[in-house]
Each structure stands twice: as C-alpha cells, then as structure tokens.
Nanobody, 119 residues
Framework: QVQLVESGGGLVQPGRSLRLSCTAS???????????IGWFRQVPGKEREGIAC????????????YNPDSVKGRFTISRDYAKNTVDLQMNSLKPEDTAVYYC?????WGQGTQVTVSS
C-alpha cells in the first residue's frame, strides 16, 4: 500500500502559476513516476473533479495524458524521475481554480493540498 503526498499548494494571484507535486511517502522504495496517476480537485459542497491523468510508463514509451476542457491548455501533468514525483503545472490560474488538489493512484488518495487563487 502506497501513501501519496501532495505539495506545492498556496495562495497565488490570478494569472500566475503554481506547480504541484505528488510523491509517495516512502519515496525511496516506490517509483511513483512509472505508475498511472490522476490529479483531482474539490471545492467544498461540490463533486470531486478530475483534471489530469497520465498513463503508466511501465513497458511502454507511449505516454498518454488527459485534461478536461476546463483546464486544457493551462494545466500539464508530467513525470519527474529524478525527483520521483508526478507534477501538475498550473498556468494562467483563475479564481475558479481555487480548490483542494489531490493526486491518486488506483484507490489511493493523498491528503490534498490547498490552492487559492485570489487578488
């Protein structure tokens, strides 16, 4: 069982960028970037929204990513093998991007990191 940890959230002004990272709590033993990872976000009172996912790289060099229209062109998911993380680069942030952001692997979820976009 792997425990996921998100980091990189914070308060940012509209139009600015943030980079979130997802790693495994026992990062030295679990090579997270090789696995299929999803990023979700949730606003209190609303359903959790999937915003990015990346395919497994085990046995394949054909990387597949997905973003819904709400973030397409602004959010990018990527692997960082050196840091052993799967990152979410968020550009041109809007107030409506304010949420708690989670990474997930299968049925495992992290605790989330708060992103607040406000002037």
């Amino acid at each position: 069982q792997v425990q996921l940890v998100e980091s990189g959230g914070g308060l940012v002004q509209p139009g600015r960028s943030l980079r979130l990272s997802c790693t495994a709590s026992e990062s030295s033993e679990f090579a997270l970037p090789y696995y299929p990872i999803g990023w979700f976000r949730q606003v209190p009172g609303k359903e959790r929204e999937g915003i990015a996912c990346i395919s497994s790289s085990i046995g394949s060099s054909d990387e597949k990513t997905y973003n819904p229209d709400s973030v397409k062109g602004r959010f990018t998911i990527s692997r960082d093998y050196a840091k052993n993380t799967v990152d979410l680069q968020m550009n041109s942030l809007k107030p409506e991007d304010t949420a708690v952001y989670y990474c997930t692997l299968g049925t495992e979820w992290g605790q989330g990191t708060q992103v607040t976009v406000s002037s």
